[in-house]
């Protein structure tokens, strides 16, 4: 596997939440999981609840984007002369990864 | 010489002794004391038990004392360079074990042991530096519970500082990868023992505060002695993980061993594959969660809409005023119900005017003018067809047509008589009014009949 991606090419971006207000993928899933639960007990209206229904689906779709997003990857984290940090791929840490 | 000197010299020294030929000066002095302590192999690595008094830390970073016991005192220094070292704040009143050389301070003309090393006595120095350092650190507030942040749920990126080629990282690998198929480590190596390595681990934290690129981070390495596990005790590193600006899980040898790093990380793993355990989330774990509530949330809404049809359904049947439907509903009711009236007051009507047409045609029978001709009556016309009701609107010649009962005669106007005068041979004027004539017409000819 190693830095090959794992058959996830980065999804596209949701147009259902801007830039600034797209939650993390926690309170995406908390907020989630309370929209269900407002639904399973049918407390709301029709029109809030299909209000409520958008915004769950709107949010099970981030979820499994952040969840598709990331590529496997190990690296160094290391530091040039300035003492500015970069990156390198650890290339041994991958390869035990791989036979453990 | 002044005059004092001179006096007193001869008064009361006197250069009475038998050799008066070597006079030492103060320094020549103090150099032989001097040589004849350092000269003493055993003066020179002495350990000495004692109790600290006048404790001073110069502000050039060496240190003063006096080390005492019931019945003697020692001065003792502590230079910068070996003071650096002290893995304790000394203070008075401590039973300390000090080790060092005995020398001569010249200019202050005091002999003084130079202390190389400080034990704190009848506890470790480690354990007691650990103690102190964690109180001090903890009245600083770096230990509150309220500076621990939450680790975030999905951690896009990991990053660990430890040793490159030890087990925690070989262990950290293992159980992330298993846990998370998608997962992106950065590894920060250092040195996790000897003195070198407080500093690279305290430098690799703020360099992954510098880079940014991480959600979460794990600073630890595997077991090992006290000893081993010191630089995890070192304020810098300590320091550095409170300072950090991403969320630190601390993972410190076993589950026994506890650090000051533990107590001032965000979360305290007892080993660094627990760490790995705890940052790193099942990924599997949480797509089925995902896909779970997708799928619940769908059934919830699904389930809703047939609610809602059902309670219209419901509501079809009664007299709800909650949906515009249910309005409508009430509106055909009411239309229904007038509409039955209106049938009623129709058919009403109708049979009201059925009545009097059957009435009204009664009477239009009686009115017929073929029915007057039937009783004897005769109608008039000139030769332009039109009823004649006046004798003067004809001349004598004048043809006439006149219609009885069966049949009709066409006649030669001999004589007009403008008055009803009776004539002899009794034809009368038919009654005036045709067809459309009305009932009072009817009715004056009649009673002209």
Redesign the interface.
Known sequence: MGEATLGGQEALPDREFGADEEPAFEQALEELAAIVRALETGEHGLDRSLELFQRGVALARLCHRRLDEVERKIEWLLEDEEGRPYTEPAHRLIEEARDP | MSQPEMWSQTARWPRTVADPGRIWSVAELTARVRLLLEADPQLQQVWVRGEISNYKRHSSGHVYFTLKDDRAALRCVMFRSAARTLRFEPGDGMAVIAGGRIGVYEAGGQYQLYVETLEPDGVGALYLAFEQLKERLRREGLFDPERKRPL???P??V?VVTS?DGAA??DI??VA?RRN?????????VPVQGDEAAPAIAA?IR??G??G?VDVLIVGRGGGSWEDLWPFNEEVVVRAVAESPIPVVSAVGHETDFTLCDLAADVRAPTPSAAAELVVPD?YE??D??VD??Q??ER??R???R??RDRLERLAGSRGMFYPRDRVLQHRQRLDTLLRDLVATARRLVDERRQRLLLLSGRLESLSPLAVLARGYSIARDARGEVLKDARRVTPGDRVDVWLHRGQLRCRVEAVLPDNAPISGGTGSGPDGGEQDDGRGHGRSHDKG
């Not at chain 2, 198929?181 to 190596?189: C, D, F, G, S, Y």
């Open positions: 975030p749920r999905l896009r990126r990053g490159a990282l070989r690998i293992r990868s198929p998608r997962l992106h480590l950065i590894v920060a190596p690799a360099r992954f510098r880079f690129g990924w949480l797509r969660r995902v509530l997708r619940r949330l919830a809404m389930l809703r809409v609610m809602a």
